[in-house]
Nanobody, 125 residues
């Protein structure tokens, strides 16, 4: 069955960095656009970033542009999110998701077919 498993979350001080990973299995990973979302306590889930099937195109929410970098390794079926200059407001549960190739860029939750369980990122000020 399809599985998306996030890892790499943790606690970090403001200004620090973390790299999230998302290991995919059970489907043809390289045929799907991928994305990251996050959800802070009490807030709606919000889109963070998307990357195209071969990694040639990326998109970022304005709130993370210039600080976060999305990448993928199709040989390893793994998605990454490098997060630098972290801020308190980046604190959230981070989710990876897979979107069928037809929609670009996928930025709405409805664009995504598969979801991981999330990894918590906590930034202390």
């Amino acid at each position: 069955q399809v599985q998306l498993v996030e890892s790499g979350g943790g606690s970090v001080q403001a200004g620090g960095s973390l790299r999230l990973s998302c290991a995919a299995s059970g489907y043809t990973y390289s045929s799907y656009n991928m994305g990251w979302f996050r959800q802070a306590a009490g807030n709606k889930r919000e889109w963070v970033s998307s990357i195209s099937t071969q990694g040639a195109s990326t998109r970022y929410a304005d709130s993370v542009k210039g600080r976060f970098t999305v990448s993928r390794d199709n040989a390893k079926n793994t998605l990454y999110l490098q997060m630098n200059s972290l801020k308190f407001e980046d604190t959230a549960m981070y989710y990876c998701a897979a979107a069928p190739r037809g929609t670009w860029p996928p930025v709405d939750q409805k664009d995504f077919a598969y979801w991981g369980q999330g990894t918590q990122v906590t930034v202390s000020s």
